[in-house]
């Protein structure tokens, strides 16, 4: 199966998932630049379940659409936990959702370092009370390392809806 199959086929079981539990979904990005966003609407009557889409490129963005706290993006970085779980919550907050996904990373090809070499991505979604932040580093071009990046933002969108279904009310 292609990216872009997968990708579709998992925005449609986001979508089947939401619409079963009356939920809605928002999404805040950075380097993948609303392509998360863009995989969920091309899901027909996803106007039903899907809220907004913010794309916080910069650190500007993230402080003042966000809420990201200056300290974070100081003392972690824009490519941190701290960063996604704070813009995941703030996307949250400002919306009308009930589950938000966040990214930032490195999708290269320049703009790595040793400690944050291309490739590297933070998820987080935020859904309930909680938030869960994961790290992946993922190989390739670009535009593989968005593509995958938006597969995994779908994939742990899922598996955040299905900690909610399963928590007690």
């Known amino acids: 199966m292609t990216d872009t199959a997968k990708i579709s086929e998992l925005a449609g079981l986001l979508g089947q998932l939401l619409t079963e539990q009356g939920l809605r979904i928002t999404t805040a990005e950075s380097c993948t630049g609303g392509l998360i966003a863009g995989a969920i609407t091309e899901v027909s009557g996803s106007s039903a379940w899907f809220d907004q889409g913010l794309v916080t490129y ?3 963005a993230k402080q003042g659409l966000l809420g990201v706290p200056l300290e974070v993006l100081d003392t972690h970085g824009a490519v941190s936990e701290a960063c996604v779980k704070a813009m995941a ?9 009930d589950v938000a996904v966040s990214v930032s990373g490195v999708a290269g090809p320049s703009g790595g370092s040793e400690d944050k070499p291309v490739g590297t991505v933070w998820l987080a979604w935020a859904a309930g009370g909680s938030v869960e932040a994961q790290l992946f580093q993922f190989a390739g071009s670009r535009q593989e390392v968005r593509q995958q990046a938006v597969i995994s933002a779908l994939r742990g969108s899922i598996e955040a809806i299905e900690r909610l279904r399963q928590s007690p009310s």
């Open 89 to 97: 919550l703030g996307a949250k907050k400002i919306s009308c959702a």
């Open 58 to 60: 910069s650190n500007k």
